[in-house]
């Protein structure tokens, strides 16, 4: 943040809007449970979850991330992905890639979004974020060493392809920001029948996922700056899970941080820029209660961020 003549009493001037978002982030609190696994990066680069949130930039933008999940685990699940957008006026075009692999499975998933913004009152935004694309499935099945050798559920190779798409909401302001999306709409997996295998797609809601996020920045001094933020994912016939977010900021450079998920994991994280529009960021992640086994994962990200000079938009509290 740029300007050093705010103070901890006019940085919440807006209390009623504060006071809203620190109450869902209180709420959270009370939540319980566990969920699919998820990247701890997108408090730096929130498209990553929500198409919306490319509403807050106003110039181009790009990140790219690798997550490597329990790393003493033979085919524990790796994810690399990268996103651009493009901001044009109240516009925004943007487009991501990713590539999931756990075991013998994997996932490659192409999406495109179109975002729009509009003010609803002074510096503050709401955007609405819409994508499609699609996703190319592969099962190696032929790779599990079976302990029978005439098991036939084991013989195979199979992919398909399938369409996929995702919406956001994301309202933000300069202290705040809310967040809505529902990542995928499109469930898929490959039905086996006696080593034959074949792609099965499904647009019901109880596959859905919502995801709920929110976060504010609080100033502690003129070189520290603090933010503070939630994720709360909600599934059917699945217990809800939350991430937990703090993180400080010191003189707009160096920010380190720690993250905590009722899925029992636990992350501690440092990011640093390397100029002003280049960010990298480093997390170490810690598992507990997984298998009896006390195990760890690392994630890097590096984000690339223009910034337009008297720009009227105010972009989301972030790294």
């Given at each position: 943040?740029?300007?050093?003549?705010?103070?901890?009493?006019?940085?919440?001037?807006?209390?009623?809007?504060?006071?809203?978002?620190?109450?869902?982030?209180?709420?959270?609190?009370?939540?319980?449970?566990?969920?699919?696994?998820?990247?701890?990066?997108?408090?730096?680069?929130?498209?990553?979850?929500?198409?919306?949130?490319?509403?807050?930039?106003?110039?181009?933008?790009?990140?790219?991330?690798?997550?490597?999940?329990?790393?003493?685990?033979?085919?524990?699940?790796?994810?690399?992905?990268?996103?651009?957008?493009?901001?044009?006026?109240?516009?925004?075009?943007?487009?991501?890639?990713?590539?999931?692999?756990?075991?013998?499975?994997?996932?490659?998933?192409?999406?495109?979004?179109?975002?729009?913004?509009?003010?609803?009152?002074?510096?503050?935004?709401?955007?609405?974020?819409?994508?499609?694309?699609?996703?190319?499935?592969?099962?190696?099945?032929?790779?599990?060493?079976?302990?029978?050798?005439?098991?036939?559920?084991?013989?195979?190779?199979?992919?398909?392809?399938?369409?996929?798409?995702?919406?956001?909401?994301?309202?933000?302001?300069?202290?705040?920001?809310?967040?809505?999306?529902?990542?995928?709409?499109?469930?898929?997996?490959?039905?086996?029948?006696?080593?034959?295998?074949s792609g099965k797609t499904d647009y019901q809601i109880?596959?859905?996922?919502?995801?709920?996020?929110?976060?504010?920045?609080?100033?502690?001094?003129?070189?520290?700056?603090?933010?503070?933020?939630?994720?709360?994912?909600?599934?059917?016939?699945?217990?809800?899970?939350?991430?937990?977010?703090?993180?400080?900021?010191?003189?707009?450079?160096?920010?380190?941080?720690?993250?905590?998920?009722?899925?029992?994991?636990?992350?501690?994280?440092?990011?640093?820029?390397?100029?002003?529009?280049?960010?990298?960021?480093?997390?170490?992640?810690?598992?507990?209660?997984?298998?009896?086994?006390?195990?760890?994962?690392?994630?890097?990200?590096?984000?690339?961020?223009?910034?337009?000079?008297?720009?009227?938009?105010?972009?989301?509290?972030?790294?």
């Open positions: 943040m740029k300007n050093k003549s705010r103070t901890g009493n006019s940085y919440f001037a807006d209390n009623k809007s504060t006071l809203f978002v620190m109450f869902v982030f209180v709420f959270a609190l009370n939540l319980k449970g566990q969920n699919q696994t998820d990247l701890g990066h997108y408090m730096f680069f929130q498209p990553i979850i929500n198409p919306a949130a490319a509403g807050s930039y106003e110039a181009f933008a790009n990140a790219m991330y690798f997550r490597k999940q329990w790393v003493s685990v033979d085919g524990a699940p790796t994810k690399f992905g990268a996103y651009a957008l493009l901001p044009v006026k109240n516009n925004s075009f943007s487009g991501s890639f990713t590539q999931e692999s756990i075991g013998v499975h994997f996932r490659q998933r192409l999406m495109s979004v179109y975002t729009y913004r509009i003010k609803v009152a002074d510096k503050k935004f709401l955007s609405f974020g819409i994508g499609g694309g699609v996703q190319f499935l592969e099962s190696k099945f032929n790779d599990v060493v079976a302990h029978e050798k005439q098991d036939n559920e084991f013989i195979n190779t199979g992919s398909f392809v399938s369409p996929d798409f995702n919406f956001g909401l994301y309202y933000f302001s300069k202290k705040y920001y809310m967040g809505f999306s529902i990542p995928g709409f499109v469930h898929n997996e490959f039905i086996s029948d006696n080593g034959s295998l109880k596959y859905w996922n919502y995801y709920f996020h929110t976060g504010f920045l609080f100033l502690f001094s003129e070189k520290v700056e603090g933010n503070a933020s939630t994720l709360v994912r909600i599934a059917t016939n699945v217990p809800i899970d939350v991430d937990y977010n703090l993180q400080f900021l010191f003189r707009e450079t160096i920010g380190i941080g720690f993250s905590f998920r009722t899925t029992k994991e636990a992350l501690v994280f440092l990011n640093t820029r390397i100029s002003k529009s280049i960010m990298f960021g480093y997390s170490y992640h810690i598992y507990f209660e997984v298998g009896r086994q006390q195990l760890s994962g690392h994630e890097v990200i590096m984000s690339f961020n223009l910034k337009k000079p008297n720009s009227v938009i105010i972009q989301t509290p972030r790294f």
